[in-house]
């Protein structure tokens, strides 16, 4: 089956989405006292690490930045054996935790990665940024911080693509045909 590609945002975009996701969560937060970024395993990371880098560069201040694998804590994918969480570097408890992932659809990793967090400390608030929200949700799940709204049908998938490990940025829509 083939798969038809619909461009939804090349680098320059991405790389804007990002940068506005950047000034509204130290606009919303009044400033970054407190904030952690955790990037949601795998293209999370490397999007909050431009978010840290942004944040950086508009305030002077070196946000902490962690991974998180939500895989022990998902309802719908077969668990590891022997696998376990990992602990953060960062003490969250009674911060606010800014989660952050390439794509909402079901809300599933999200609702995973919020177990997960509350496993590891306890934060005075968790909020989410998303590069893509398309919709479907199956949970009662809403990010704080949207770069791109895109309605798509349930057929369709989308790819986030980063640097890090796909060698570009950009995003599109793949349906088969």
């Known amino acids: 089956m083939q798969k038809f ?6 680098e320059a ?10 000034h509204e969560i130290v606009e919303r937060n009044k400033g970054t006292d407190g904030l952690v970024l955790v990037g949601i395993k795998s293209r999370g990371l490397p999007l909050a690490k431009m978010i840290k880098d ?6 002077g201040v070196e946000l902490p930045l962690e991974m998180l ?7 719908d994918v077969e668990k590891p054996l022997n696998a376990s969480l990992k602990p953060l570097a960062t003490d969250i408890t009674g911060k606010r935790v800014i989660l952050v992932d390439d794509v909402l659809y ?6 995973a990665a919020i177990e997960a967090v509350f496993s590891i400390g306890r934060p005075a ?5 998303v590069l893509i929200d398309r919709g479907h949700r199956e949970l009662p799940i809403r990010a704080d911080y949207i770069g791109k709204n895109i309605p798509t049908s349930r057929s369709e998938a989308v790819a986030v693509y980063v640097k890090e490990i796909d060698g570009r940025y950009g995003a599109e829509i793949l349906e088969n045909i």
């Open 5 to 10: 590609k619909t461009a939804l945002m090349d």
């Open 13 to 22: 975009a991405l790389i804007r989405a990002v940068r506005r996701i950047s």
């Open 54 to 59: 942004n944040i950086a560069a508009l305030e």
């Open 69 to 75: 694998d939500t895989s022990l804590y998902r309802d």
């Open 106 to 111: 079901t809300g599933r990793t999200v609702r």
């Open 125 to 129: 608030r968790i909020q989410l940024a």
